[in-house]
């Protein structure tokens, strides 16, 4: 019993520092709203907008993300320069007045497809900001042997809200319309103004206090700094891939639910409950993880693509949504194995760029695969949306290990220190990658 409470106590470290314990409940509350809103955005578009065209949430998606590519990696270097916690503060007060405007349009039946298309590509300026940022924020709010607890927590946060997020998503569409799901979503985005503004700027650890200079090349800096990690490069290279053309559930369950088995807006909200169930385990186990390691990270991606593939073959809406556990558990590892990794073992001062670079990385091949996916949807099959992304997971993480074990003999953890590197287990000292 007292093991089991030390297990229990080790999952929620993070929660005994008063300003994670702030962010980490209130953000709960607008991740809550946020998935309510993909929900209901999906069903706008899919449903009310279009009457089920495959291409048309893909659109959206991608207009969402396309400022990733433009506005992440300056936005990454506004993140090492300026208070993290007053910008996250106005990122998070744009996210809820655009979704009370599409709301408000929505319940006043004036909204038209483009308008959608609009308000996405806004609401991805302002998130280009705001992930970086937010990212970054997590390592002032815990010490540094804390950061791969409190990133688990941060996924474990998003993945409860996403376990019943969708669900009441598709009661409140099926109840009172869409507009209003907009309307709750822009509402709960004062929950995490309010953390941030108790939080006591005293107890934010000395990352903050360290800030990269404002001159000329910050971004380019960036771009040097992975050139040298190979390390780094290969989670980059394996994100691309696997976010390209595997994360798409939003769009693939959504296809799955009123394409394949002809479901409602009920049950389209519950597949993604399914998918949650298992996120929710995987960061849930990953904030029990103290260092996380290359070996899991490709050991995640295998298993992904292993399970997406299997989920594209099942005959029933239940067996689909089972196997989406275990597709949302092999997600789950990989994303916070990966964003841990490259917090640790990034100095401090450069933290903010190399996680936006990695954001860039991570979400701005998504307007590209989105726009794969619907295409193969509406012309190939609706299975093989997700048949594709499960291809490319497989040979990405069955390549990126055979290239491991050729050069480093793989068995990979992270020493925490900085300056960081990366040690390789079984390996003489000047074998380690920088």
Not at 136 to 163: Q, W
Not at 208 to 216: I, L, M, T, V, Y
Not at 396 to 401: E, N
Request: charged content about 10%.
């Amino acid at each position: 019993m007292t093991r089991i409470f030390a297990q229990i106590k080790a999952t929620f470290v993070s929660l005994h520092y008063f300003n994670y314990r702030m962010w980490f409940f209130c953000a709960l509350v607008s991740n809550l709203g946020t998935w309510i809103q993909r929900v209901a955005q999906d069903w706008l578009v899919l449903r009310v907008l279009t009457h089920g065209n495959g291409v048309a949430p893909a659109v959206v998606t991608a207009l969402q993300f396309i400022p990733v590519i433009a506005l992440t990696p300056y936005a990454g270097s506004l993140a090492d320069r300026m208070n993290r916690r007053k910008l996250l503060m106005l990122t998070q007060a744009g996210q809820g007045v655009l979704a009370l405007a599409l709301g408000v349009m929505t319940l006043t039946g004036q909204v038209r497809l483009w308008h959608v298309f609009i308000f996405a590509f806004l609401l991805g300026c302002v998130t280009a900001i705001d992930g970086p940022v937010r990212q970054t924020f997590v390592g002032e709010m815990v010490p540094p042997d804390t950061l791969p607890n409190a990133v688990g927590l941060n996924s474990a946060s998003f993945n409860s809200s996403r376990l019943i997020g969708p669900a009441i998503g598709g009661l409140l569409i099926k109840a009172v319309g869409t507009g209003w799901a907009f309307v709750i979503n822009g509402g709960s985005f004062a929950a995490t103004i309010i953390g941030l503004m108790l939080m006591q700027p005293a107890l934010l650890y000395a990352v903050s206090k360290k800030h990269a200079p404002k001159e000329k090349g910050q971004v380019r800096a960036a771009f040097e700094y992975v050139k040298g990690r190979r390390d780094l490069q290969m989670i980059f290279l394996v994100m691309a891939v696997i976010s390209c053309l595997g994360f798409n559930a939003q769009l693939t369950n959504s296809l799955m639910a009123t394409k394949v088995f002809d479901k409602d807006a009920a049950q389209f909200g519950l597949l993604s409950s399914f998918f949650a169930i298992g996120a929710l385990a995987g960061a849930l186990l990953a904030a029990r993880r103290k260092r996380p390691r290359l070996r899991l990270i490709l050991t995640a991606a295998f298993g992904f693509g292993l399970f997406s593939g299997i989920s594209a073959l099942m005959p029933t809406y239940a067996t689909f949504g089972i196997a989406g556990i275990f597709v949302g558990l092999c997600t789950l590892t990989l994303m916070t194995g990966a964003n841990a990794t490259i917090q640790i073992s990034t100095a401090p001062h450069m933290r903010g760029r190399v996680i936006a670079l990695y954001l860039l990385v991570f979400q701005g091949v998504t307007p590209i695969g989105s726009l794969i996916i619907g295409f193969i949807s509406q012309h190939i099959s609706t299975r093989w949306s997700i048949g594709v992304g499960s291809i490319a997971a497989l040979l990405v993480s069955i390549g990126a290990l055979l290239w491991a074990r050729r050069n480093w003999h793989v068995g990979v953890r992270l020493d925490q220190v900085f300056p960081p590197h990366v040690i390789v287990e079984d390996l003489p000292i000047n074998h380690q990658v920088r």
